[in-house]
């Protein structure tokens, strides 16, 4: 869970997807294959390469005044495809904190 | 407590219309998310995991009952009911929306509260101790110049754009509860042979990836002459504190690298220079005393010590074993400093719902002359409780869940947000919290090992302040799995100290048996049962520890 | 990139020299600080307006001897994040009593502008057309001041002595 705004040189290692957060009010989005965004994981569109991630990852971030803090994050594809966070601080995005909120939601 | 005057109101509301225009900016796409990005953390906006997370200043930790309302307020109206209080003496929303902050600041100016500062390359919140003016043996109140400072500081022209951030933090009584030793400016008030107010100005102190305890610039700076000797420690960082590196860019790298003797003479030669030149920053007694005039203080009433409720209720072993933990000496008879714990058994350290904190106010009010009080350890206060009303009192925090009897002990646990929240985090800091609080749920067990402070940090930021946790837990990641590095031994008061490696880091499922293991190590140890765990640390060293914990693992 | 005087856009009056251009007898010129330390005595004494391009890395004492003769004196901000020019511009305004013109270059955005000017700039190179046209505007952002600088403003705290002072004369 290195902080992936730590990022400098990009490379993957398997398949991920590029995220970041709404601007106008945080939410966590992902980038689709359609040139926009969408809080569903389902819709974000797949990166295989290192080569794609990059490309993605540019036409995301020239997205200035719709999302901020764009990275790119890995994701885990099961047999029947559906798509799931590739490590603990993205399920914790997608999902939510691991405890219980003070107030339930 | 400090009385806003129009000029503070006005300063607070120019600077609340500035951010709504920024954020208008931005939200137009004028502003660029790397121009606007510095002017937010200004504000105290952060970007987190799942949201924004905002960031409130309570200078030096003192809020009115009002103030505590507006608060739940904006838990309620913006965010998710809730807010944490922080080791910073501040407080954190995280579920804010970028596009409704300009009217939530709006809301909180209107009772004087403001988010400036409490992020970004500049001058934080100037914390101080929790039991000012009320403490026994307090030398004077220290807010007085601590509101001195965050005025001087505030929006400063020359030093809004720092390398780095820049911490202060003042203490007036002999123990430090302020943990000034790990500040970029500590100040200790004390008194010259002459009986003149002065500072012992420590600089340098720091956590983080590179934690330093902070060295002493100068023994004894007049009360006058205060804000013109921070100019030039300021003035010093500003123009040589490194800007290459984010990580070596604070001032205890500066301190460091030049030796505390070349640096005190840098900051002696340039404010000499400044004291040739003009005399604009010199305090006078008339300044000062302006600013103490609109501190109040409680028309105390002379009161006993022991009343009849008291005895009366000393019946109740509940209500003892609270008053015993959480009771602390007044400077004036018949009253009491009241710790609330915000760390329930089972619950994340240092959050208050709305609902809590609207009741507190109330209590507030009706116990506690309407003020309230925020520690760096993430508890409350209530500062001026008359001993009579202590049984009353305990009654209607403990329906609150502001009642638990574990201040100071092991399961008064000082923990960062972490992975559930934070961008930085490596590891989760809030369920180990829980789960230990959970071990050491048994209140006569956590009586029995006595003061020790556990602190977690889910990152090398440090937010949790392990490195002087009696305990520190830092979070690190090993191959995608959450592992933990435990320190012992450390102190934050005025034996700072850091904290030492027990040995490699453990996972995340091992975390809760290792505390209870050096726990079980310092019972068998101690030479005697109020020995403090971090004093047989001392005595004993690291390796008894090391042995318990590493035997089977 | 329009420069701001007086709170208007401005012309600029000064030419900035590359390092191997010539330098005319006379006219506005803008020199890099290597180039003016080469020949400053000469230089400073020059028909036709001087002045230099200092960096912010660099410490003032190498120019002070020729503030007097310096036209404008232009102080840089790499980025907006480095602050060290605002420590410049007071040491050159405070403490060596430098009148000529203080010019604000680089990394020059509205949100800036009233530190820059409490700072002692008077002049700014600003990055964006439209934080030039809302200068007027942006500097009246605020009435209140907690700290002194030598723009002359009064702090809160002096005002709340005159105040003091007012009351307890009219009481």
Not at chain 1, 24 to 46: E, H, N, P
Not at chain 2, 216 to 238: C, M, Q, W
Not at chain 2, 279 to 293: F, G, K, P, V
Not at chain 3, 30 to 49: C, H, N
Request: hydrophobic fraction near 40%.
């Amino acid at each position: 869970m290195t902080s992936p705004l730590e990022q400098k040189k990009i490379r993957i290692t398997g398949p991920s997807v590029v995220t970041a957060n709404r601007t106008w009010d945080g939410i966590v989005i992902y980038r689709t294959a359609r040139q926009d965004w969408s809080a569903k994981l389902s819709d974000a569109a797949i990166v295989r390469t290192s080569d794609e991630a990059r490309a993605l990852l540019a036409e995301s971030v020239a997205d200035d005044v719709g999302a901020v803090g764009a990275y790119i994050a890995p994701v885990e594809i099961k047999e029947s495809g559906k798509i799931k966070p590739g490590n603990l601080r993205e399920h914790i995005r997608l999902q939510g904190v691991t405890i219980d909120l003070p107030v339930p939601a | 407590m400090y009385a806003y005057d129009e000029l503070d109101r006005t300063l607070i509301n120019e600077r609340v219309e500035e951010f709504r225009d920024q954020v208008k900016r931005r939200l137009s796409g004028e502003l660029t998310e790397d121009e606007f990005k510095m002017l937010r953390l200004q504000n105290g906006v952060y970007l987190q995991l799942h949201a924004y997370m905002f960031r409130i200043a309570i200078p030096y930790g003192t809020l009115s009952s009002a103030q505590l309302r507006r608060l739940a307020h904006v838990a309620r109206r913006y965010d998710r009911g809730y807010g944490h209080f922080t080791t910073r003496q501040n407080i954190q929303f995280n579920w804010i929306k970028l596009a409704e902050l300009p009217d939530a600041l709006g809301d909180l100016a209107e009772v004087g509260i403001h988010a400036m500062q409490t992020s970004g390359n500049n001058t934080r919140n100037v914390t101080s101790d929790q039991w000012a003016g009320v403490a026994p043996g307090e030398i004077e109140d220290p807010r007085i110049w601590s509101e001195l400072l965050r005025q001087y500081t505030t929006l400063h022209p020359e030093f809004s754009f720092l390398p780095r951030k820049f911490k202060f933090a003042i203490t007036a009584s002999p123990h430090d509860r302020a943990a000034i030793k790990i500040h970029d400016i500590g100040l200790r008030l004390h008194r010259n042979a002459e009986g003149e107010t002065g500072f012992e100005v420590l600089v340098g102190g720091g956590l983080g990836r590179t934690p330093f305890i902070a060295k002493t610039i100068k023994p004894f700076v007049h009360g006058h002459d205060l804000l013109s000797y921070v100019e030039a420690i300021l003035r010093v960082y500003n123009q040589y504190g490194r800007r290459d590196n984010i990580y070596k860019a604070r001032i205890k790298i500066l301190v460091h690298e030049l030796g505390i003797e070349k640096f005190a003479r840098e900051v002696e030669d340039e404010w000499q220079q400044m004291r040739d030149s003009d005399t604009a920053l010199t305090l006078d007694d008339a300044m000062i005393e302006d600013i103490r005039s609109r501190f109040s203080y409680p028309a105390y009433e002379k009161l006993p010590h022991l009343p009849e409720e008291l005895k009366k209720a000393a019946a109740d072993p509940l209500f003892e074993r609270w008053r015993k933990n959480s009771v602390f000496t007044h400077k004036v008879q018949g009253y009491a400093i009241v710790t609330l714990s915000l760390k329930p058994i089972g619950g994340p350290p240092g959050d208050a719902t709305a609902d809590q904190m609207d009741a507190l106010a109330d209590l507030a009010d009706k116990y506690s002359f309407g003020e309230i009080r925020v520690g760096h350890e993430q508890n409350l206060v209530l500062p001026h409780v008359a001993r009579r009303d202590l049984p009353a009192l305990w009654a209607a925090l403990d329906k609150i869940g502001l009642a638990t009897p574990n201040v100071n002990l092991v399961s008064d646990i000082i923990a960062c947000p972490g992975l559930d929240y934070c961008s930085l985090a490596n590891a989760r800091s809030i369920p180990i919290a829980q789960e230990l609080t959970r071990r050491f749920a048994n209140h006569d067990t956590a009586d029995l090992i006595g003061r020790l402070h556990v602190n977690i940090s889910g990152c090398i930021n440090a937010c949790g302040h392990h490195h002087v946790g009696h305990i520190g837990i830092l979070g690190v990641e090993k191959n995608g799995e959450e592992f933990y590095q435990i320190t012992i031994g450390g102190r934050a008061d005025e034996n700072a100290e850091l904290g030492a490696l027990i040995g490699p880091a453990v996972p995340y499922g091992d975390v809760a048996d290792v505390v209870e293991d050096i726990v079980e190590a310092y019972l068998a140890l101690r030479a005697r049962p109020d020995e403090l765990f971090v004093d047989t640390v001392k005595r004993l060293g690291v390796e008894p520890f090391r042995e318990r914990v590493y035997a089977t693992r | 990139m329009p420069l701001v005087k007086n709170g208007k856009i401005a012309g600029d009056e000064f030419v900035h020299l590359a390092d191997d251009a010539g330098i005319p007898g006379d006219g506005a010129v803008l020199l890099s600080s290597a180039r003016f330390l080469g020949d400053p005595e000469t230089l400073s004494r020059r028909a036709g307006k001087t002045g230099v391009i200092w960096p912010n890395n660099r410490d003032l004492d190498d120019v002070v001897p020729y503030l007097d003769r310096l036209a404008v004196v232009a102080l840089v901000f790499p980025s907006f994040r480095d602050g060290r020019a605002y420590s410049q511009a007071r040491l050159l305004r405070e403490r060596y009593n430098y009148r000529g013109e203080l010019r604000a270059t680089g990394q020059v955005l509205r949100d800036q502008f009233l530190f820059m000017i409490r700072a002692g700039f008077d002049a700014f190179d600003v990055k964006k057309p439209a934080d030039a046209e809302a200068f007027a505007n942006t500097v009246k952002r605020y009435s209140v001041f907690y700290q002194p600088t030598g723009d002359g403003r009064m702090t809160a705290l002096h005002r709340r002595m005159m105040l003091r002072h007012s009351e307890s004369a009219n009481p």
